[in-house]
């Protein structure tokens, strides 16, 4: 999610990088910094913070000779926000700079390898190995040493490439990151993104997966990994910038919630290897996992919601019991916590104030403590004893989509790895669920791929004064967060409730034409949720159903109905948050909501 920029031309590369840059601010970054090629040498110069820093200390770019260069804009994965962990990542020899967006899987296995011959690393990063290896893998022929060099690397990748022996050109490449080329007279550029070269020109390629871009000033070629000529057709761009920096999308949820395929992928992914799940990024010892007395999930709003469905899913596969608490709640209620207790806390931003409170005190009374947290480097993050990251990218819509779906994942591997750990599941039912979780990123991009029938029931069901959702179990989670999502951004009034419950007091709210949206996921449940369907709809309800695309007869029940894919019970939320989310975002919007700013709601809650 970092905002990469590359420069050739005729033009002193330098002031036109940050330019660039400060048009991908928008995303959300850490830190930055630039490469020059000076006629001499590489000069890199990054600082941590705003890019504002950085212009100062270079002097809007003046400081730096050069026309060939590349800029970065960082968002901490591997390593603090630093100065010496933001990009560009110089090789040893100082021959190649490197911007990367993306993550790399295998960076550990790459950098102790390259240690053993001999390449000494200044960072914590996982781009740093690329620079190395491109050194490495060096003969004098370039486009080899790139070949070669992402023949080793597995993960997600968009990498702008300077190489001090060829200075008339930067390397763009891209796999499962997007990477642009900007198509100017006598110049031409990268970017990670649109808006960065909009000032300068409007042509560009969009790079496909594994296509390597060799970019000089008067020209640009296009190869495949095989070092074969491709041919492109350069598309030209008649967005606004605002319309470019949400890609093309209305609003920046609408984009981040199709951007959960990879924000999932990018989690799950390099947590997996060889079918086993590895969480290098915890010290939890077997010992310590099988003498938990119990776990608390503790955090606010949907990273609460997502330690609802928690609880189902780890005292199911552990058979620990766990306790759910809203952070501003457990702080105050003297809970029971020793330190046999495990503190699982939940939160995107990592800075939100209760649940930076509630770590504080699950500490103070001496639990051991793991955050789940997307910020790295937050003060949650920093805080706790243990922390495991949420790729999902810099959310920027207020509503949580991408990190919330991110934080469900981790959940997901938290639990087959502990289960696993201390033996309540089996091999078979091990391998089972590893497989499932690979599978998660596609058929969350299938459910997607169905979102225009959520539009046309939101054009049906836009005008309600009050929504109710309810489900049992795992559905009942999903129903606290699609009610959430729903309220927050379309304000409608609505309520999420346990469908056995609704009967006890609740019900009395349901009239003629009350739309009733029942989540009926899980197959052992079906029939029950019916028989909850059957009590709103002799009270006046309408009734939009979600259930698995093999229960089709839920039509018989209900008014309407929404299905997804099917996968096994423990990742259904994964699935079936998504038409809710798309359910709200389109309420909204025909509402004419503010849907990225909802009224008196702020992205991280750094006040009690
Ligand atoms: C809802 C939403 C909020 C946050 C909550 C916690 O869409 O985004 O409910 O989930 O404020 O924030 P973090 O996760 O940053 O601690």
């Known amino acids: 999610?970092?905002?990469?920029?590359?420069?050739?031309?005729?033009?002193?590369?330098?002031?036109?990088?940050?330019?660039?840059?400060?048009?991908?601010?928008?995303?959300?970054?850490?830190?930055?910094?630039?490469a020059v090629y000076d006629g001499t040498s590489i000069q890199v110069v990054k600082k941590q913070g705003r890019l504002k820093v950085l212009e100062d200390k270079i002097h809007n770019g003046a400081d730096l000779a050069g026309t060939v260069g590349i800029g970065h804009t960082r968002w901490?994965?591997?390593?603090?926000?630093?100065?010496?962990?933001?990009?560009?990542?110089?090789?040893?020899?100082?021959?190649?700079?490197?911007?990367?967006?993306?993550?790399?899987?295998?960076?550990?296995?790459?950098?102790?390898?390259?240690?053993?011959k001999g390449y000494s690393f200044v960072s914590e990063t996982d781009t740093e190995v690329i620079a190395q290896l491109l050194d490495y893998f060096y003969e004098g022929d370039l486009l080899d040493a790139v070949v070669r060099t992402i023949g080793k690397i597995e993960g997600s990748y968009a990498l702008g490439i300077l190489c001090r022996d060829q200075p008339d050109r930067i390397i763009g490449i891209r796999k499962d990151s997007p990477l642009i080329v900007g198509l100017g007279t006598g110049e031409n550029f990268i970017a990670s993104d649109i808006p960065a070269i909009l000032g300068k020109t409007r042509d560009i390629y969009r790079l496909k997966e594994n296509e390597i871009a060799v970019v000089e000033k008067t020209g640009v070629t296009v190869y495949n990994p095989k070092k074969v000529f491709v041919s492109k057709t350069p598309c030209h761009i008649d967005w606004d910038v605002s319309a470019a920096e949400k890609g093309g999308y209305d609003h920046f949820?609408?984009?981040?919630?199709?951007?959960?395929?990879?924000?999932?992928?990018?989690?799950?992914?390099?947590?997996?290897?060889?079918?086993?799940?590895?969480?290098?990024?915890?010290?939890?010892?077997?010992?310590?996992?099988?003498?938990?007395?119990?776990?608390?999930?503790?955090?606010?709003?949907?990273?609460?919601?997502?330690?609802?469905?928690?609880?189902?899913?780890?005292?199911?596969?552990?058979?620990?019991?766990?306790?759910?608490?809203?952070?501003?709640?457990?702080?105050?209620?003297?809970?029971v916590v020793d330190n046999r207790v495990l503190v699982i806390i939940i939160s995107q931003s990592g800075e939100t104030a209760d649940t930076l409170?509630?770590?504080?005190?699950?500490?103070?009374?001496?639990?051991?403590?793991?955050?789940?947290?997307?910020?790295?480097?937050?003060?949650?993050?920093?805080?706790?004893?243990?922390?495991?990251?949420?790729?999902?990218?810099?959310?920027?819509?207020?509503?949580?989509?991408?990190?919330?779906?991110?934080?469900?994942?981790?959940?997901?591997?938290?639990?087959?790895?502990?289960?696993?750990?201390?033996?309540?599941?089996?091999?078979?039912?091990?391998?089972?669920?590893?497989?499932?979780?690979?599978?998660?990123?596609?058929?969350?991009?299938?459910?997607?791929?169905?979102?225009?029938?959520?539009?046309?029931?939101?054009?049906?069901?836009?005008?309600?004064?009050?929504?109710?959702?309810?489900?049992?179990?795992?559905?009942?989670?999903?129903?606290?967060?699609?009610?959430?999502?729903?309220k927050e951004i379309s304000y409608i009034h609505s309520e999420a409730y346990a469908a056995g419950e609704l009967k006890h007091g609740t019900i009395s709210l349901i009239e003629e034409g009350t739309l009733v949206v029942a989540l009926a996921t899980q197959q052992k449940l079906f029939e029950k949720m019916m028989g909850n369907v059957k009590e709103v709809k002799a009270r006046g309800a309408v009734v939009l159903g979600v259930t698995t695309e093999d229960n089709q007869q839920i039509e018989k029940e209900t008014d309407c109905?929404?299905?997804?894919?099917?996968?096994?019970?423990?990742?259904?939320?994964?699935?079936?948050?998504?038409?809710?989310?798309?359910?709200a975002y389109y309420v909204a919007s025909l509402k004419g909501c503010d849907i990225d700013k909802p009224r008196n709601l702020a992205k991280s809650v750094t006040v009690e």
């Open 1 to 34: 999610m970092c905002g990469i920029v590359g420069y050739v031309g005729n033009d002193q590369a330098a002031p036109i990088l940050l330019k660039g840059l400060e048009k991908l601010e928008y995303r959300g970054y850490d830190s930055a910094g630039v």
């Open 76 to 116: 901490a994965t591997h390593g603090k926000p630093s100065d010496v962990n933001a990009h560009p990542h110089l090789s040893s020899s100082g021959r190649f700079a490197v911007v990367h967006n993306g993550i790399i899987e295998n960076y550990l296995s790459l950098k102790n390898s390259l240690i053993q």
């Open 253 to 335: 949820m609408a984009k981040e919630i199709m951007e959960q395929p990879k924000a999932v992928r990018d989690t799950i992914s390099p947590r997996i290897k060889n079918g086993r799940i590895v969480l290098d990024d915890i010290q939890l010892t077997e010992e310590q996992l099988r003498n938990l007395s119990r776990i608390f999930i503790v955090a606010c709003g949907s990273a609460y919601h997502v330690g609802v469905v928690a609880k189902y899913i780890l005292e199911r596969y552990t058979r620990i019991p766990v306790e759910v608490d809203v952070a501003s709640e457990f702080r105050y209620r003297a809970p």
């Open 357 to 486: 409170a509630a770590l504080r005190e699950a500490k103070r009374l001496g639990a051991r403590t793991l955050s789940i947290v997307n910020v790295v480097g937050s003060s949650i993050a920093n805080e706790s004893d243990d922390v495991i990251y949420t790729w999902a990218g810099p959310e920027i819509a207020v509503a949580t989509t991408k990190a919330y779906s991110t934080q469900l994942a981790v959940i997901y591997l938290l639990a087959i790895y502990i289960a696993d750990k201390i033996g309540t599941m089996k091999p078979e039912e091990y391998r089972h669920y590893i497989s499932e979780l690979e599978a998660l990123p596609d058929k969350i991009e299938k459910t997607l791929s169905g979102r225009d029938h959520v539009r046309q029931l939101a054009r049906r069901f836009y005008r309600s004064n009050d929504i109710f959702f309810i489900g049992r179990n795992l559905d009942y989670a999903m129903s606290l967060e699609g009610s959430l999502k729903l």
């Open 561 to 583: 109905a929404i299905y997804i894919p099917r996968t096994c019970e423990m990742m259904l939320p994964s699935l079936a948050v998504l038409p809710l989310q798309a359910f």
